[in-house]
């Protein structure tokens, strides 16, 4: 039996944190279902589901592979922001004209001049 669900899965893609994720906010969302009696809530629930299996047993490997960083970066993006909100009341951030980077500076220093540490651009900005 074990080697016929490895046959089976040979050149699918598998189970990943994107498919982790998504079945978690399935089980939540049936959860809340039950309890708030929504009939949305349940079929947004089975769908989330079904598209978990669909990854999981997909032979495109590369466009899963695309889901599954354009979630880390997401989620990147998200355990970053308190740091960021954090920063606010002290620093103020800039983007560099010439590369984008971005540079942080204190805030209540008037008009600066910033010279970007990658690509050595020098612009003013107010802080």
Known sequence: MKQRIARFMYGRYGID?????LVTVALILLV??????????????LGVL???????FSKNIQA?????????????RIKG???RIRDMKTHKIFRCTGCGQR????????NVEITCPKCK?????RT
């Not at 899963?64 to 990147?76: I, Q, T």
């Open 103 to 110: 540079i942080r500076i204190p805030r209540h220093k008037g």
């Open 32 to 45: 809340m279902s039950t309890f708030a009696r929504s009939n949305l809530l349940y079929f947004l629930s």
């Open 17 to 21: 944190k994107l498919c982790r994720t």
């Open 121 to 125: 651009n020098v612009f003013r900005g």
């Open 81 to 83: 922001m308190p740091q």
């Open 50 to 56: 079904v598209y978990s299996y669909y990854r999981a």
């Open 64 to 76: 899963r592979y695309k889901e599954a960083m354009a979630y880390e970066r997401f989620k990147g």
